[in-house]
């Protein structure tokens, strides 16, 4: 597609549910992104993929976030026992990597918003 | 490790005034600027980048920002403002000694625009 795509756009789901939120990005892209955006911590860096290279999962908040990423192309982002405060908007971005400069342009989702109840 | 700052949560301007958003980083060396655009119910949209090149970048939609390494900032202008600059707007940086263009982002400056 012609930019990056998440599904879905909004998920409510019960506290201790897990979730999982899809992105594909732009073709063509091997560097993918995850950002959540909340009331109380603004815009925060989750995890980042680099075509093949381990993922810097450097942001996660705690072992109940994971995330894959298939033949260097669709990640899914996972939330095992969903609390309340993993409220939130979860972007998910994708920019071109490897061989390309530094500081080039990272295209962004229109995010998951995803309610926990 | 690199902080933005960006000084007031909400601005309030009348439609055709000057438009002006302060962005402040902190890192040892510096990095690589961004400002971003987030209409309601959107995702972000890239305004204008600073890299290495000239300092007063310009972007989309009338916007600029100029690079002010003495002053370690980043402000965002517009000369006149117009309803549709209504949105939220984030400063945003990443070190271009790692590897990646992780970003990290200020707490962002929603903007109001009166007619």
């Known amino acids: 597609g012609a930019g990056v795509s998440q599904s879905p756009s909004n998920k409510v789901t019960e506290k201790g549910k897990d979730v999982e939120l899809r992105c594909d990005p732009i073709?063509?892209?091997?560097?993918l992104y995850w950002y959540r955006q909340s009331l109380g911590q603004g815009l925060e860096f989750l995890i980042y993929?680099?075509?093949?290279?381990?993922?810097?999962k450097s942001g996660l908040p705690s072992d109940r976030f994971s995330a894959e990423r298939t033949g260097g192309s669709v990640s899914t982002l996972t939330i095992q026992r969903t609390q309340q405060e993993d409220s939130a908007v979860y972007l998910c971005a994708s920019s071109l990597g490897a061989g390309a400069p530094l500081g080039n342009t990272i295209y962004f989702g229109e995010g998951s918003w995803l309610t926990v109840v | 490790a690199q902080s933005v700052t960006q000084l007031g949560s909400h601005v309030s301007v009348s439609e055709g005034a000057l438009v002006l958003l302060r962005c402040n980083y902190s890192?040892?060396?510096?990095?690589?600027l961004f400002w971003y655009v987030q209409y309601p119910n959107q995702g972000l949209q890239l305004l204008l980048k600073?890299?290495?090149?000239?300092?007063l970048v310009k972007g989309i939609n009338g916007f600029e920002a100029e690079f002010k390494k003495s002053e370690t900032s980043f402000h965002l202008t517009k000369p006149s403002a117009h309803m549709r600059d209504a949105a939220e707007y984030f400063c945003?940086?990443?070190?271009?000694?790692?590897?990646?263009?992780?970003?990290?982002f200020g707490g962002g400056t929603r903007v109001l625009v009166k007619p």
């Open positions: 945003a940086v990443s070190d271009r000694r790692a590897a990646g263009n992780k970003l990290t």
């Open positions: 600073y890299t290495s090149a000239a300092t």
């Open positions: 073709s063509g892209h091997t560097a």
């Open positions: 993929f680099q075509g093949n290279s381990a993922p810097d």
């Open positions: 890192s040892s060396v510096p990095p690589y």
